[in-house]
């Protein structure tokens, strides 16, 4: 049994396994249906539990798409839902969802939550999201340029346009020092990444730079990321943020400095970060980033049920 909760914590060799067996599940599937399981059937009479207190629609999909695809069920909870909203312990919580489940995936609100669910439940516990990490996220991105750009991500330079001290982006940094690729960031003063993560990216040998424009970071670049300036239950002045991004959208003349086979991604919903123009534009892969989630995601549950070898 295996937890999957940050990047940064997971050896560079087990993350290669989960990409490497996600390609190859998803090659075996051109004549499955959706809900059609894969031949091996592997987790068989498996319950995924999963719980969100925050909104999903990717993660939720891909999730139940993922276990039901692998052989197994899954039952989808709100937290506000639970007698955790009223009164019942975390650790009680953790001990029945132990009792009927044999995976957990939570999209928390807090990681403080998700570490006391991790030390008191005694099955596989995912991180489907929390306010400093998106590691599922960027594990399939990662999957996606791999397979489009058909290269190690080692061999090419990635850029984040946008709010650099997000959940997303602190996956990518981790993700960086993992797969030892370039990443460069622009944005705009004081929303730099999180310094102490920073810290622990240059003492692993991060190739990180940081711009506070959009031109630099992005030229030469074999893919753009950006992200919603104002994120999901971001507590801000909001019109206040948006006038400070106004000049780090992503638009045609940005993607004109990276490469002309540069790929565009984003991992949803949009905001006006992004034009149109790019959004729906040739360079664009947000829909193949979106499905691909289903096939990494079947192979982290493989990996923390054990399976991978």
């Known amino acids: 049994m295996k937890h999957f909760l940050y990047i940064k914590d ?46 999903s629609t990717r993660t939720r999909l891909s999730f139940y798409l993922a276990i039901r ?9 709100r937290s506000n839902e639970l007698h955790l909203a009223k009164g019942e312990s975390l650790a009680d919580t953790a001990k029945i969802l132990s009792t009927y489940g044999n995976a957990f995936m939570l999209r928390t609100d807090s990681d403080e939550k998700l570490k006391k669910f ?10 489907g999201l929390s306010p400093s990490s998106h590691p599922t996220q960027v594990l399939s991105d990662i999957f996606t340029i791999e397979e489009i750009k058909r290269k190690s991500i080692s061999k090419l330079k990635i850029c984040w346009i946008g709010d650099a001290n997000n959940n997303v982006i602190n996956s990518l940094i981790e993700a960086s020092v993992k797969f030892s ?5 622009g944005c ?8 102490y993560l920073l810290k622990w990216a240059k003492k692993n040998n991060a190739k990180i730079k940081i711009f506070n424009d959009t031109k630099n970071p992005a030229k030469g670049s074999d893919v753009v990321f950006t992200d919603k300036v104002i994120s999901l239950n971001d507590k801000v002045n909001k019109a206040k943020k948006l006038r400070k991004f106004k000049n780090f959208k992503v638009d045609k ?7 002309k086979d540069a790929i565009f991604l984003h991992c949803l919903p949009r905001g006006s970060e992004v034009s149109n ?6 360079q664009s892969k947000v829909w193949e980033q979106a499905l691909n989630r289903v096939y990494v995601q079947k192979s982290i549950l493989l990996y923390c049920f054990g399976i991978l070898r």
């Open 181 to 185: 690729f370039k990443l460069n960031i």
């Open 118 to 127: 991790k030390k008191n439940i005694t099955i596989p516990i995912i991180n």
């Open 188 to 195: 705009p003063k004081k929303y730099e990444p999180n310094k």
């Open 10 to 55: 997971i050896p560079t060799s087990d993350l290669k396994k989960i990409l490497l067996d996600a390609k190859k599940r998803k090659s075996k599937r051109t004549k499955l249906s959706t809900l059609e399981p894969d031949k091996d059937n592997p987790l068989k009479g498996k319950l995924l539990v999963q719980m969100f207190e925050k909104s």
């Open 253 to 259: 003349n940005v993607m004109s400095y990276a490469k």
């Open 277 to 282: 123009e790019v959004f729906l534009g040739k």
């Open 69 to 77: 695809q692998l052989g197994g069920g899954a039952l989808t909870l």
